[in-house]
């Protein structure tokens, strides 16, 4: 089962966007849940964390613009990005974090951001 990320779109430098991802309930509850993202010519690399108790950290390039948080009834989660920058562009993929499962990668939701 793959985890398909959503909400990705072309913004302008300074705009914001929100991310969801759904999982199943067994992968949702019992795991910290991750958002990566991969720019071009780049490695993916993982930008936000949250615990199943909701606990977050950040990577220090999103810290105090990106913000994760999750549902643990719809079993989503989500990341809500503001004064984006074109640094920002990537493709974005959820997971488990800090270890992703190479089974749940899905095919990402890509941002663009214009300067």
């Known amino acids: 089962v793959q985890l398909q990320a959503s909400g990705g779109g072309l913004v302008q430098a300074g705009g914001s966007l929100r991310l969801s991802c759904a999982a199943s309930g067994r992968i949702f509850s019992m795991n910290a849940m991750a958002w990566y993202r991969q720019a071009p010519g780049k490695q993916r690399e993982l930008v936000a964390i949250?615990?199943?108790?909701?606990?977050?950290n950040y990577a220090d390039s999103v810290k105090g613009r990106f913000t994760i948080s999750r549902d643990n009834v719809k079993n989503t989660v989500y990341l809500q990005m503001n004064s984006l920058k074109p640094e920002d562009t990537a493709v974005y993929y959820c997971n488990t974090g800090p270890s992703p499962r190479g089974v749940l990668w899905g095919q990402g939701t890509k941002v663009t951001v214009s300067s």
């Open positions: 949250i615990t199943s108790g909701g606990t977050t």
